[in-house]
């Protein structure tokens, strides 16, 4: 891309691309290309035997890439363990905790790669690449994944509790993208994310029975949906932990099924249906039951961007040996 920079002849474009150099540019396609060539196999075939024993798992990379991002940047500070009382991690935070599943997939997927390459692969670009391969492995898009991501040595277990959250606002939620350098067409595409996957009750069941405390449910909730959701989800506390899909029509597969739900008022997490109904957004839902393959090639897209967030480059950070301990 640089070396292209130089031959265009329009000053404008030499600084449209030397910008965005100076944000993206320490992050390379082919980082590893000389000094881990099977890089991409090894996360194919652990990301490939996850699925094949759990397809769910295709979800969970995919959220455990998200959850690292969003807090301290992709520096992978998620997969540190707690220990004891001397380094607190973000594994216990409230958004993760007993929720974010897939550590043990990466921990397996780092100790290959390290036979192959030792020292030399950070575990925030493994759990990016795992996340593009679980995507493709659940039949949805491809992109090309720039690496060169370094681990943090440090976590922040408050900020992982301000994760956006099913129960927020979109203005809440399109706050806390924008503070991360996305916009609202980010906050729909991501959100497509929920075309596979599944949730605990208590995520969505103050939609079920007493809604916003009117004593009755959320009148977005189509009917014959919500009867299925309040057979899963009785009003019962033992209930909270039991497991729906995201999508319900096509639930382990990644298509647009999924914004197609949303004008069937058909959405599971308020913070999904709201995404239909907001004037902001409800054209982009349109535009992406109308055309899948622009949802498919602006997933890439928003996926690469969340990709860059606050990462860390050059000497900075450190490749960890074991993702659960800083060196
Ligand atoms: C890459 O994997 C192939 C087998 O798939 C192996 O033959 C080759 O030695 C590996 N290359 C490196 C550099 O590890
Ligand atoms: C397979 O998936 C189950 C959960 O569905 C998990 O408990 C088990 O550890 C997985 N086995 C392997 C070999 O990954
Ligand atoms: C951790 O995150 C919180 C909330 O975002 C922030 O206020 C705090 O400064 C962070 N702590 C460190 C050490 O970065
Ligand atoms: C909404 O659901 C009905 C059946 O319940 C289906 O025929 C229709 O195609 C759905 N609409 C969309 C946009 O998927
Ligand atoms: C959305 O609707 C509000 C009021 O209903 C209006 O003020 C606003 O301009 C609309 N925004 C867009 C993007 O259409």
Known sequence: MERKTFKLPFVHFFYILFLSHLVFCQLDYKFYDSTCPNLTKIVRYGVWSAIANDTRMAASLLRLHFHDCFVNGCDASILLDDIGSTFVGEKNAAPNKN????YEVIDNIKASVEKACPSTVSCTDILTL??????????GSYWMVPLGRRDGRTANKTAANELPSPFESLDTIIVKFNSKGLDTKDVVVLSGAHTIGFAQCFTFKPRL?????????????????????????????DSDTNLVPLDSVTSNRFDNSYYKNLVNSSGLLQSDQVLSTDNRTASMVLNYIKFPYLFFTDFGASMVKMANIGVLTGQDGEIRKNCKVVN
Do not use: H, M
């Not at 929720?99 to 897939?102: C, P």
């Not at 009117?214 to 009867?227: A, C, H, I």
């Open 99 to 102: 929720s974010v599943r897939g």
């Open 130 to 139: 795992a996340a593009r391969e679980a995507v493709y492995f659940a039949g």
């Open 209 to 237: 029975f007493n809604f916003g405390g009117s004593g009755k449910p959320d009148p977005e909730l189509d009917t014959s949906f919500l009867k299925g959701l309040q057979s899963v989800c009785p009003d019962q506390v």
